[in-house]
């Protein structure tokens, strides 16, 4: 049987930008204080089985806003999860590259998995941007490493272990918000947060099994209670940018959604009355002038 893709939605006016902008805004806001319950003491792989828990209200939601429509055809199914399981899947295997590698590497490799879903949509969704878009996405790309920038540490690191670790969720991330575009042609945004949050669901055994339970965990208001209300502006976040990938391209939202660290890095330096550096406040700069381009 063939299967005849329908057109890809036309951009509508501003919507896509209100909800990219929105998705960074939360984003920004999540990155800031995540830290806050592992630095409590409530590890980070309990922290992905919050999230994920956070993403059933959202899930919801979305459901009743579509009237409780759920798309549930095999290639609905297998595109939904397939968004899902690469997104929650990457977060998964980066924890192990952070505990076999060096922090300060990993991150600005992954920082750059925007530019893979350019590529891709480009390549196999024909998207065009103007000259001016295309000027805010090349300068995405230095911001995003800049941004991620961490002073190296006397960690050493475990062998090559943790480079492909790392490449492998640069991959997964790239790949899922081409899929999560791709899927937007024939599916309502609604369906496919769904099945982001069963796979994201799933998968939460494996993230209890990554956790060391020897040690104290702060199941407190500081510290999983703390995480809940932290990890539900990362689910509003993705469903959000399942809408802005409905509405806009993927060429434009991936890589300013991907500029969160901006907000974050302010909103860092509010709380503990520091002075960036030159390196941040570089990718600062790039990053909002990236943004102001890529916001035509």
């Given at each position: 049987?063939?299967?005849?893709?329908t057109e890809p939605r036309p951009v509508?006016?501003?919507?896509?930008?209100?909800?990219?902008?929105?998705?960074?805004?939360?984003?920004?806001?999540?990155?800031?204080?995540?830290?806050?319950?592992?630095?409590?003491?409530f590890p980070a792989t309990l922290g992905?089985?919050?999230?994920?828990?956070?993403?059933?209200?959202?899930?919801?939601?979305?459901?009743?806003?579509?009237?409780?429509?759920?798309?549930?055809?095999?290639?609905?199914?297998?595109?939904?999860?397939?968004?899902?399981?690469?997104?929650?899947?990457?977060?998964?295997?980066?924890?192990?590259?952070?505990?076999?590698?060096?922090?300060?590497?990993?991150?600005?490799?992954?920082?750059?998995?925007?530019?893979?879903?350019?590529?891709?949509?480009?390549?196999?969704?024909?998207?065009?941007?103007?000259?001016?878009?295309?000027?805010?996405?090349?300068?995405?790309?230095?911001?995003?490493?800049?941004?991620?920038?961490?002073?190296?540490?006397?960690?050493?690191?475990?062998?090559?272990?943790?480079?492909?670790?790392?490449?492998?969720?640069?991959?997964?991330?790239?790949?899922?918000?081409?899929?999560?575009?791709?899927?937007?042609?024939?599916?309502?945004?609604?369906?496919?947060?769904?099945?982001?949050?069963?796979?994201?669901?799933?998968?939460?055994?494996?993230?209890?099994?990554?956790?060391?339970?020897?040690?104290?965990?702060?199941?407190?208001?500081?510290?999983?209670?703390?995480?809940?209300?932290?990890?539900?502006?990362?689910?509003?976040?993705?469903?959000?940018?399942?809408?802005?990938?409905?509405?806009?391209?993927?060429?434009?939202?991936?890589?300013?959604?991907?500029?969160?660290?901006?907000?974050?890095?302010?909103?860092?330096?509010?709380?503990?009355?520091?002075?960036?550096?030159?390196?941040?406040?570089?990718?600062?700069?790039?990053?909002?002038?990236?943004?102001?381009?890529?916001?035509?």
């Open positions: 049987m063939t299967v005849t893709l509508q006016g501003r919507k896509w930008l209100a909800y990219a902008v929105l998705t960074t805004v939360l984003w920004g806001v999540w990155g800031a204080f995540i830290e806050v319950p592992e630095k409590a003491g992905y089985a919050v999230w994920a828990l956070t993403t059933i209200p959202c899930a919801l939601f979305g459901l009743r806003i579509a009237g409780w429509s759920l798309e549930h055809d095999r290639r609905s199914v297998l595109l939904g999860c397939g968004v899902g399981f690469l997104g929650a899947g990457g977060q998964l295997i980066l924890f192990e590259a952070l505990r076999l590698g060096p922090a300060y590497l990993i991150f600005p490799v992954i920082s750059l998995y925007p530019m893979l879903t350019v590529l891709l949509s480009v390549i196999l969704l024909k998207e065009r941007g103007s000259r001016r878009t295309w000027v805010g996405i090349i300068l995405a790309a230095p911001a995003l490493v800049l941004l991620s920038y961490q002073p190296p540490s006397s960690t050493g690191a475990a062998g090559a272990h943790w480079l492909i670790l790392c490449l492998l969720v640069f991959a997964m991330w790239g790949v899922q918000a081409y899929l999560m575009k791709f899927a937007n042609q024939t599916m309502r945004a609604e369906s496919i947060f769904f099945y982001m949050s069963a796979t994201g669901l799933l998968l939460i055994p494996i993230a209890l099994a990554m956790t060391t339970f020897s040690k104290a965990i702060n199941w407190g208001w500081t510290g999983a209670w703390s995480a809940a209300g932290i990890q539900i502006l990362n689910s509003i976040g993705a469903l959000c940018l399942v809408y802005s990938m409905r509405y806009g391209k993927a060429i434009i939202v991936a890589p300013m959604t991907a500029m969160a660290p901006v907000l974050t890095i302010i909103i860092s330096l509010a709380m503990y009355h520091t002075v960036p550096g030159a390196v941040l406040v570089t990718g600062m700069v790039l990053a909002s002038i990236s943004i102001y381009l890529m916001a035509e």
